[in-house]
């Protein structure tokens, strides 16, 4: 074997017939360059010959059609999938001649481990820069990366529908096989895949992919750009490919149906080959936990192209329901088993989903028929060792624990969407997201940038759209522009997946200042920081403490925001409440062990230090720690006082690294604790139930009679009976 290992480095005709024989025989090979990919059942719409290739997305910006991403995971031992994480070659492309001068011809010879990015391998321009807008970069790469590996794949796979996938791609990928091209991808958030059906044979090949992380219409985002991640570029994720019989699951969704006690299974049933197939789809669920399951059958005929079928499961009197307190979570499994004249295909396929509805009762949501109240934070998608958001379930499961901690139950992301791990990881904790399309800007229908988020609006459902988890979209931050696009937006949310609630923006306030509505039309619920109506001392009524106390306002005790809840008829949630400034501790800068550094931590410490006062830093720290507790509490706490009042977003529960190094949170950003308060204290004010005295004043003097009512928010699990 070692000599045939040998012998077979010569050319790829060698190769390949040196393959060919020890399949035949059945003989396992241990060195062949490098195996290679397959989906985890996140795959595109096959790209047909009229693809265009090379080139034509510099004008465009997302105007072809990537089609359907895949939802559903794959399962067992024979689903046929093989990992492209390894060794890899790169070569960086910063003058932009790559395409033309046919750099997917060559033999790239930089290494790279992939997954990863260029940051992580050291490669691009050094930089050594301080800065107070964000954190730095050591090395910084903009602009077209080339990515090579030569694959094997099996003799097994002739026939098959073979598919190619990228987990995270920041933010368009072109392929090519054996320097043909494939076709091209172009979204920040979800799998980049390609249909290689027909492209592959058994055999050696060669695939050559070029990342481009340019800025493009579209580019003002937490999805894209320094202010939280970076603009890496690389491979993130599950980087594979995938065999599949000729007849496939495409696609699957599950729908609860809660107050039936069912899940509505929607099946997209594929095939290749144009060969007509008799098939049983059927469809098992069981609480991931372990319990009693239940299945559901379907017979169907299929000869080329995409069948959707439709399945109900009835899931029994004791339907085990998803919320915060008791996150349960069904795992759907499918198989799909046909047969023609001469052909056999078997296909199965995995979707975790939970039994949940989000309802409306007045001004609040509803979930599983109980009024649900946001206690939440703002996120960015910030991870300050790597640059990127984790792409593992670990990563994101600490974030939601610590929320969790901290009385929190909910997490917005500001102009970002996560990663599956992150919607797996809340799924699992019990925590509830509200994602948005990544774009923080103006819209407009003849704007460049409109077919781009159109299209990520669909993967983004069709992606995470099982996911109890994902509660609600918004179409961005604070946008300006034609709303009337925005609205066209959230009706194709709702017609798309009605599972989730949605909204043009959040934060519409640059919409309110010029249109009566308190909302957009459609909006199911708002994210605001002002009211529609003026008020004494205000444009527009503030609805959180910030710009009152700038304005002069001291602290009212006994106060509530009703005045401006009841101008809404849709759930409304407190924008951004906080942005108490905390003086850094200097401590910090010695966790940045990764891909950045924090300027601004150096930049603190010499200004300090020129004045004399570098010993007082951790004083400092403290005191100003222990104001933003007190305001923190006080701002949080005139929100639970308001009745009708949907919930709150901190900005921020950690510290916001973009906009000139926002160090607002009560942790540091790395989500681990400055020292400033415990999470036990903090759920004295932040919890599902708080006692809330209506105070006249703080201080109190001798000989005086303090009289308060007190309310109770109690949002949790059971009614209290004797309060």
Request: proline share 6%; aromatic share 10%; glycine share 10%.
């Amino acid at each position: 074997m070692e000599r045939a290992a040998k012998n077979m480095i010569q050319s790829p005709r060698q190769i390949n017939e040196e393959f060919q024989r020890l399949e035949k025989t059945k003989v396992k090979m241990k060195t062949v360059n490098r195996t290679i990919i397959v989906l985890a059942l996140l795959a595109a719409r096959p790209c047909s010959a009229n693809d265009k290739p090379n080139g034509y997305l510099g004008a465009e910006y997302g105007s072809y059609s990537t089609g359907k991403e895949r939802n559903v995971s794959a399962r067992g031992k024979d689903a046929g999938i093989l990992s492209l994480a390894g060794d890899w070659r790169c070569e960086l492309d910063a003058q932009k001649k790559g395409v033309e001068e046919k750099w997917f011809t060559r033999k790239f010879e930089k290494p790279i481990r992939l997954p990863g990015t260029l940051d992580e391998a050291g490669y691009g321009e050094p930089r050594d820069e301080k800065t107070l807008r964000c954190l730095s970069r050591k090395f910084e790469f903009i602009g077209p990366a080339w990515y090579q590996r030569d694959i094997v794949v099996p003799a097994g796979w002739a026939g098959k529908h073979i598919t190619l996938s990228f987990e995270r791609v920041m933010w368009e990928s072109r392929v090519w096989i054996d320097e043909q091209p494939v076709g091209a991808r172009d979204s920040l958030c979800t799998p980049h895949a390609y249909d290689l059906t027909g492209r592959l044979a058994p055999g050696m090949h060669r695939l050559t992919v070029r990342v481009d992380n340019s800025g493009r219409p579209g580019a003002s985002c937490h999805g894209y750009g320094d202010e939280e991640q970076i603009r890496w570029n690389g491979l993130l994720g599950k980087l594979e490919l995938r065999a599949q019989d000729a007849v496939f699951v495409r696609s699957a969704q599950v729908y609860p149906d809660v107050a039936k006690k069912r899940a509505v299974v929607r099946v997209e049933i594929d095939s290749i080959g144009g060969e007509s197939f008799d098939g049983t789809v059927m469809v098992t669920a069981q609480p991931k936990s372990g319990g009693p399951a239940t299945t559901a059958k379907a017979n169907f005929k299929i000869a080329g192209g995409a069948l959707p079928l439709e399945l109900v499961l009835p899931l029994g009197g004791n339907v085990a329901l998803w919320d915060e307190f008791t996150p349960q979570l069904y795992v759907a499994h499918i198989e799909v088993a046909a047969e023609s004249g001469r052909n056999k295909t078997f296909d199965r396929a995995n979707v975790t989903f939970g039994m949940r509805e989000l309802g409306q009762h007045g001004a609040q949501l509803t979930l599983n028929g109980q009024t649900l109240f946001l206690r939440g934070t703002h996120d960015g998608g910030g991870f300050p060792l790597t640059g990127h958001p984790a792409l593992d379930v670990d990563g994101w499961r600490k974030i939601f624990r610590t929320c969790k901690e901290y009385g929190l139950n909910h997490v917005r992301y500001h102009s970002f969407c996560p990663p599956e791990a992150a919607f797996a990881a809340a799924d699992e904790e019990g925590i509830m997201l509200l994602a948005e399309l990544q774009y923080w800007g103006q819209v407009g229908a003849d704007w460049a940038g409109t077919p781009f988020l159109r299209a990520e609006l669909q993967r983004i459902l069709d992606t995470y759209g099982n996911h109890p988890s994902f509660c609600m979209l918004s179409m961005g931050n604070e946008h300006s522009g034609d709303w009337d696009v925005l609205a066209g937006f959230v009706a194709e949310g709702k017609r798309r997946d009605p599972r989730h609630k949605y909204a043009a923006a959040s934060n519409e306030y640059i919409r309110m200042g010029k249109d009566p509505r308190p909302v957009n039309d459609g909006d199911e619920f708002a994210v605001i920081m002002k009211g529609p109506q003026p008020e004494p001392g205000y444009e527009q009524g503030r609805i959180r403490m910030m710009e009152r106390l700038l304005n002069g306002e001291p602290p009212a005790f006994d106060a509530d925001y009703r005045d401006i809840v009841t101008q809404f008829a849709v759930p409304t949630f407190a924008h951004d409440l906080g942005q108490y400034w905390i003086f850094p501790d200097l401590r910090e800068s010695a966790k940045y062990t990764g891909v950045l550094r924090s300027g601004a931590l150096a930049l603190f410490r010499d200004s300090l230090t020129a004045a004399g006062l570098l010993e007082r830093a951790e004083k400092y720290h403290a005191a100003s720690g222990a104001l933003a507790v007190q305001l923190y509490k006080e701002d949080i706490e005139r929100e639970l006082r308001t009745p009708g009042l949907a919930g709150f977003q901190l900005l921020d529960l950690h510290d916001y690294t973009g906009q000139n190094t926002s160090l607002i949170g009560l942790l540091d950003a790395f989500w681990e604790t400055k020292g400033i308060v415990t999470p036990a204290r903090f759920n004295r004010w932040c919890s599902e139930t708080v006692p809330l005295a209506r105070l006249p004043k703080y201080i109190f003097e001798a000989g005086e009679t303090l009289t308060a009512r007190v309310d109770l928010a109690h949002y949790g699990p059971q009614p209290l009976n004797h309060f």
